[in-house]
């Protein structure tokens, strides 16, 4: 049986696609879960570390409340999903992963899109999150690239297990820190 493919040209989309697990043995994250989120229609992947969750538009003839997509082509303007089977498929209660309690001051850092294209842009972003982040953690450096032409609001989890980050477009991403031994 061919699945319908879906193809998105829009940056929400892409950014949900982008934390989508490429680990085969963990099928239940293999895929953008679509959800009622703050009373927005969102796509929302995880790769187990990190969170990403993306508002977009209410369209009925797109996306299901309640269904998985599954991304099989990532560009970098749109992203091709097809609908995954329901079967015994269960997305994980991602709430539970969201901070709501939060310490120290917030930090708005700008990543230039060109900034894995040119070294210099990154490192600025990079050094200012790893001089903010708590001692001992660290972050993936490449979790940075989805965050990649947006200015962020990323605020420090209460217990310094992860941060939060959010766009002024409703993009939010949560990323868990490496504790460096």
């Not at 949900?16 to 959800?35: K, M, N, Q, W, Y």
């Not at 700008?110 to 050094?127: G, L, N, R």
Request: glycine fraction near 6%.
């Amino acid at each position: 049986m061919t699945q319908q493919v879906l193809t998105r040209v829009d940056g929400k989309s892409r950014f949900a696609a982008l934390a989508v697990s490429t680990d085969p043995t963990r099928f239940f994250i293999d895929g953008c879960e679509c959800v009622e989120y703050e009373g927005k229609m969102a796509l929302v992947a995880t790769d187990g570390c990190r969170l990403h969750i993306a508002p977009i538009d209410r369209n009925p003839d797109d996306y299901d409340i309640g269904s998985g997509y599954r991304p099989i082509k990532v560009l970098k303007k749109s992203v091709d999903f097809v609908k995954k089977e329901t079967g015994n498929y269960q997305f994980p209660a991602f709430e539970r992963v969201i901070p709501d309690k939060f310490t120290g001051e917030p930090l708005i850092v700008s990543i230039p899109a060109a900034a894995f294209k040119e070294p210099e842009f990154i490192s600025t972003a990079y050094t200012k999150i790893v001089r903010w982040l708590p001692d001992e953690r660290t972050i993936n450096f490449s979790y940075l690239a989805a965050l990649a032409g947006e200015t962020w609001t990323l605020k420090l989890s209460a217990k310094k297990e992860a941060m939060l980050c959010a766009a002024d477009d409703g993009k939010i991403a949560v990323i868990a820190f490496i504790k460096m031994e």
